[in-house]
């Protein structure tokens, strides 16, 4: 027994064990199949020097046909598995070679194995036994050689054409077929040349603890890491074993030998843990650093009351933290059955990313099936190049997921990542919760601000009214009294007082006219959608917000069309969009001039212009001369607690009710803008009742009273 002979044994445990492992791991997985097989064979291969020391001399051509049996399947064994791992089964070329592959190892057997020519005999040589080679071996090994080479070649064209996680995956696969190849050659060099280098076996058990990892954890670890582990593992443990084997096997110190074996195997694990994490720390110090950045964002981004800044904070962090090329968060809708983007960021330029996911997509089915983040090609989408997925639950349900393109430099993710990015998610979903929560009660108390107003408006308004009644009654008794006295009131004092009594009179009855139409609008909507004309919608609004528009000097214009235009809407909903578009733009009107940003040439101007887009759309078009909206906030205007002024103007849910009123009508809504302090036009969408019947147009002028005529105030005082 000597050192060759040692690995060969080493080899052989290691090879059939771990091979058979993986193969009964899960025996329905190609992958498993072909590695298990092809590793066998190769360890069983490894068993020749091993084995013929231990038979007698007259056995050892026997055992050694034997042995060469798997040797003659690894080429093709190994071939088989390379093809798997590398995924070409829609290749039909490399299968119809890895067929033929085994054909030729087939007749190898029947031909080759029984023919001296083959394997004359088995030789004895320092340091041990090989196989004596005859003619036809010279066969074998060419057959080795080119198997060998094609596979190089194919793995090689893959490898150059991948990315990130796949690329790492082909790293594994090339670095442990390196020696495996090494084994192979220098078997061959023995065998021919009488001579050994190095116990090459040990090779193999390289090799195989290299893939059997990848098989199991590729996806969780670096290369160089898995180099790195493997190399110690080897250098400590042949220091193990190596030292006992000179004080046993050389000096014959059998005694000392024994007592070395037992503390260096004792003191080996302790060895192999410190000098492993010592090596790790090195190799990962830059990844070490940012996930240690994620855990302190973790901890922070519980801070966040709002959802778009939650949003915004992760996918900035991420990506200036993590380094990655780009990342995206998206976020399941309340009223549909997808993911939705809300937010994204790129460092390598535009980058095309699905603005939403549908509930039975694969990805979301996936990230279902494992509550976990997936990895590279774990993400199983050709058109999605993502390298991390992170998902994150409220319970069961996947309120959010993050997408992380690939790292620099070909990094990919390992499970310390997934393990950061695991803790960042349970944070996350919790934060999301939480704005989610902050979000619905400040929009309950907003409502219930409103309610409470309204109920103050319709109060107010009646408490007006019955004081306006009593003075329009007086009015008529006090005209009554003037008819009486007019032998004794000159001619030109009556006509003076019967003018001030008709102005008086007008006013009176505008006061009504506006209360009618506040007392409609504070009144709570019922939702109902009825015809209505257009013109009775701006007659409301006119009575609202016409006052609000004088107060503050804003010249109003409107344009309206010039036939009659019906819809199918809530008059009250309509109208709140409507007179919210007004207040905003004459706070906007005035901010610009509080600031002084104003100009000889700027305009206290608001202007409404409806007209028919087309036969079947009502186009409204709000404009103002205020300090407009930035760029970036134009879409952004129209989310909850969204909002452009003080904290003591707006709470940011006017537009974002504005839009989903407009939406339940099936209508658009937009903003446009130039830019700050160049004004802001608002666009608004609603289709025509073309359907309507004279039956239901009607009934709806009887319902609006006065046969629908047209009764609106827009001056002061009559002629």
């Known amino acids: 027994m000597n050192l060759y002979s040692l690995a060969s044994f080493f080899a052989t445990i290691v090879c059939v064990g771990l091979g058979g492992f993986v193969l009964l791991k899960n025996r329905k997985n190609s992958l498993n199949k072909t590695f298990g097989i092809a590793t066998i064979c190769m360890g069983l291969w490894a068993s020749f020097p091993f084995v013929t020391a231990l038979v007698q001399p007259d056995k050892r051509i026997f055992f050694g046909r034997f042995i060469y049996f798997f040797a003659i399947f690894t080429p093709a064994t190994f071939f088989h598995f390379i093809c798997t791992a590398l995924r070409l089964e829609e290749k039909k070329i490399e299968w119809y070679f890895v067929k033929l592959a085994y054909l030729i190892s087939f007749l190898f057997v029947f031909i080759f194995l029984p023919n001296p020519y083959f394997i004359s005999g088995v030789q004895a040589f320092a340091p041990h036994f090989s196989p004596e080679a005859g003619p036809l071996y010279l066969v074998f090994m060419y057959f080795f050689a080119i198997l060998c080479t094609y596979t190089v070649v194919v793995a090689f064209g ?8 796949e690329r790492n995956r082909l790293r594994y696969v090339f670095f442990a077929f390196t020696f495996a190849y090494a084994s192979g050659i220098m078997h061959f060099i023995a065998i021919y040349f009488h001579r050994e280098f190095f116990p090459h076996d040990f090779l193999l058990i390289i090799y195989t603890v290299i893939i059997t990892y990848s098989i199991f954890k590729h996806r969780l670890m670096n290369i160089e890491v898995a180099l790195t582990r493997a190399g110690i593992f080897l250098v400590v443990y042949l220091l193990v074993l190596g030292i006992p084997f000179v004080f046993g096997y050389k000096y014959r110190l059998w005694q ?25 720390k090195i190799l990962r110090k830059e990844q070490l650093s940012y996930q240690q950045a994620l855990r302190s964002t973790s901890s922070t981004i519980m801070l966040n009351k709002d959802l778009n800044k939650l949003f915004e904070t992760i996918v900035l962090n991420v990506v200036d933290i993590v380094k990655v090329n780009w990342t995206a968060v998206y976020l399941k809708s309340e009223k549909e059955d997808k993911y939705l983007q809300q937010y994204h960021r790129s460092k390598i330029g535009e980058v095309s990313l699905p603005k939403e996911f549908t509930s039975d997509s694969e990805l979301v089915k996936r990230l279902y099936n494992s509550k976990l983040p997936l990895i590279g090609e774990e993400i199983h989408s050709q058109e999605l190049k993502a390298g991390l ?32 990015f695991t803790l960042l998610s349970n944070q996350f979903a919790l934060a999301i919760e939480n704005c989610q929560f902050y979000s619905q009660e400040r929009q309950r108390q907003q409502y219930m601000r409103v309610a409470s107003l309204d109920r103050q408006m319709a109060g107010l308004a009646h408490e007006i009214d019955n004081p306006n009644s009593a003075l329009l009654g007086s009015l008529g008794s006090l005209e009554l009294v003037l008819d009486d006295l007019k032998e004794v009131i ?7 007082l019967k003018k001030k009594i008709e102005r008086a009179r007008f006013n009176s009855k505008r006061i009504s006219k506006m209360i009618t139409s506040v007392r409609e609008f504070s009144r709570a909507s019922t939702g109902e959608v009825k015809p209505l004309k257009f013109e009775w919608i701006m ?7 016409e006052p609000q528009f004088k107060y ?16 199918r809407a809530n008059k009250v909903e309509i109208e709140q969009v409507l007179v919210n578009l007004g207040t905003n733009s004459t706070q906007a009107i005035n901010e610009i001039w509080l600031k002084g940003h104003n100009t000889p040439e700027s305009k206290k101007e608001i202007t409404l212009k409806a007209y028919k887009k087309d036969p079947n759309i009502l186009r409204i078009d709000f404009s103002d001369t205020g300090g407009g909206i930035k760029k970036e906030l134009l879409e952004d205007i129209f989310l909850d607690f969204v909002t452009t002024k003080g904290s003591a103007e707006g709470t940011g849910l006017g537009l974002s009710i504005s839009r989903k009123i407009i939406q339940k009508h099936n209508g658009k809504i937009w903003a446009e803008s130039e830019g700050e302090n160049k004004g802001a036009t608002f666009h608004i969408e609603l289709p025509i009742a073309n359907d309507l019947s004279q039956e239901e147009k009607h009934q709806a002028e009887v319902e609006r009273g006065g046969q629908g005529k047209k009764d609106m105030f827009i001056q002061d005082f009559p002629k």
């Open 539 to 545: 007659e409301s609004l006119l009575n609202i917000i």
């Open 256 to 280: 000392l030998a024994t007592w070395v074996t037992v503390i260096l195997a004792t003191l080996g694990p302790f060895i192999y843990l410190f000098l492993q994490r010592r090596a790790e």
């Open 552 to 567: 503050n000097g804003v010249n109003f214009i409107q344009e309206l069309p010039n036939e009659e235009v019906w819809l």
């Open 490 to 496: 000159p001619t030109d004092k009556m006509e003076y």
């Open 158 to 165: 893959i490898y150059i054409n991948s990315r990130g996680y």
């Open 389 to 420: 997925v992170v998902p994150c639950f409220i319970d069961s349900n996947m309120a959010s997921f993050l997408l992380l393109g690939d790292k620099p430099k070909g990094k990919i993710y390992d499970q310390s990542d997934v393990n950061e």
